[in-house]
Nanobody, 123 residues
């Protein structure tokens, strides 16, 4: 079973950048990958996703600021986050979808999850 581990979170100021990494214990070349974020008492929110053929998808809130990419040779997926604002503060989770049908905004359809990495953006 694929295990996912996120890293790269931290505390930054408004306007700064972070690059999150999701490392897998096994190959995810056949999986769609995504980043979700969550704050306490809220459902996980879709942030960005990338298909097995490297087609990216983004929620409107991050379009133009975030970039998702993947490196199947390294079994890693990345989220480059630029121009961060306090609204981006959350725990960010990496997720994998094994199905060929993807519902990006529905976190319950994803099969594997990392433990999360915390991102805090100060105002």
């Amino acid at each position: 079973q694929v295990q996912l581990v996120e890293s790269g979170g931290g505390l930054v100021q408004t306007g700064e950048s972070l690059r999150l990494t999701c490392a897998a214990s096994g190959s995810f070349r056949d999986y769609a990958m995504a980043w979700f974020r969550q704050v306490p008492a809220m459902n996980r929110e879709f942030v960005a996703g990338i298909t097995r053929l490297n087609s990216p998808h983004y929620t409107n809130a991050v379009k133009g600021r975030f970039t998702i990419s993947r490196d199947n040779a390294k079994n890693e997926v990345y989220l480059q986050m630029n121009s961060l604002t306090p609204e981006d503060t959350a725990t960010y989770y990496c997720a994998a979808e094994t199905s060929l049908t993807i519902q990006w905004r529905d976190f319950s359809t994803f099969d594997y999850w990392g433990q999360g990495t915390r991102v805090t953006v100060s105002s």
